[in-house]
């Protein structure tokens, strides 16, 4: 798709999948880039982007959300997709270091989305910018379907989960299922990110808790028997008081972090988190992940 012609933007009324990529890709980037492109799908259906790749600026090093603030106060390269009128997401940095994950995905509210692209300006203007630039897969969705992603960390890699469309709410009516796919021979551990009030729990969600209709899943959890069986958790969402009871005192403390933060890990180098449409596009979430290599014990013959 040719879109991006220095400075303007475009319209696009589409019907079925296709390719989104940066001028230049995947050998270089144009620098003073500013263009935009709006999507338009049939009434009733949305706009779902995917990430192929990615190499557009520099992310601050932090697994928070303000990596690419200062995009917008610099002479930096970034990405904005625009999911609704008054909602965007900045992508920045690079797959392979900081950046955001192959498989990522970001889900239009309504039939229409935009991506804008813009690079920092130089003196001379046919200089190449030694990045990649971008490259998404577009596709349209129905306003009530399940939503199949696919992350692929790297061996050693740490990183974030979140729902569709994070910080902001995921669209009602949207299931979500996120498949976690790394290096053999790693393990996957998941835990609450410290900033919400998720707990995950091997058994049901007690009357103090609210269950938020998320599994976490791994599907070769018990290798003691074959065919190993799925192991499976229930995320729930505590209330803020007594998250609060939870880590007031030294000692109590100590045990509500423990408690609530305590990651699950994967038997081997695959992980499923299911997100059903109850409740949770109330509320975004997310899970920070890491990738271990994995320790097994030797089997005496």
């Avoid at 690079?94 to 300006?121: A, D, M, R, V």
């Amino acid at each position: 798709m040719n879109w991006c012609r220095q400075h303007n933007s475009s319209l696009e009324y589409v019907k079925h999948s296709g390719i989104i990529e940066s001028p230049g890709y995947p050998l270089w980037s144009l620098p003073s880039l500013d263009c935009s492109i709006t999507l338009i799908a049939e009434p009733g259906s949305k706009i779902l982007l995917t990430l192929m790749d990615f190499d557009v600026g520099e992310a601050k090093k932090t697994l928070k959300t303000d990596k690419c603030e200062n995009v917008f106060h610099s002479n930096s390269d970034y990405v904005k997709i625009d999911v609704d009128d008054s909602k965007s997401i900045t992508v920045c940095g690079s797959i392979s270091s900081n950046g955001p994950l192959i498989g990522e995905q970001y889900l239009s509210f309504s039939n229409k989305l935009t991506l804008s692209y813009k690079t920092h300006e130089r003196i001379f203007r046919t200089t190449f910018i030694k990045r990649r630039g971008f490259k998404f897969k577009y596709s349209i969705v129905s306003n009530k379907s399940t939503v199949v992603t696919v992350l692929r960390p790297k061996e050693d890699a740490i990183g974030t989960i979140n729902n569709l469309n994070f910080p902001y709410s995921t669209p009602p009516g949207i299931e979500n299922t996120i498949y976690i796919r790394t290096a053999i021979g790693s393990n996957i551990e998941i835990r609450p990110a410290k900033w919400t009030q998720l707990i995950i729990k091997e058994d049901d969600c007690s009357e103090n808790e609210r269950d938020v209709a998320i599994k976490i899943i791994d599907a070769f959890g018990d290798t003691s028997v074959l065919p190993a069986t799925t192991h499976s958790w229930t995320v729930c969402r505590i209330s803020s008081d007594l998250d609060s009871h939870l880590m007031s005192g030294t000692e109590s403390k100590a045990h509500g972090h423990l408690h609530r933060f305590k990651p699950v890990k994967s038997a081997f180098h695959v992980m499923t988190v299911s997100v059903l449409a109850i409740h949770t596009h109330l509320t975004p979430f997310q899970f920070m992940f890491k990738i271990k290599k994995a320790i097994f014990n030797s089997i005496e013959t």
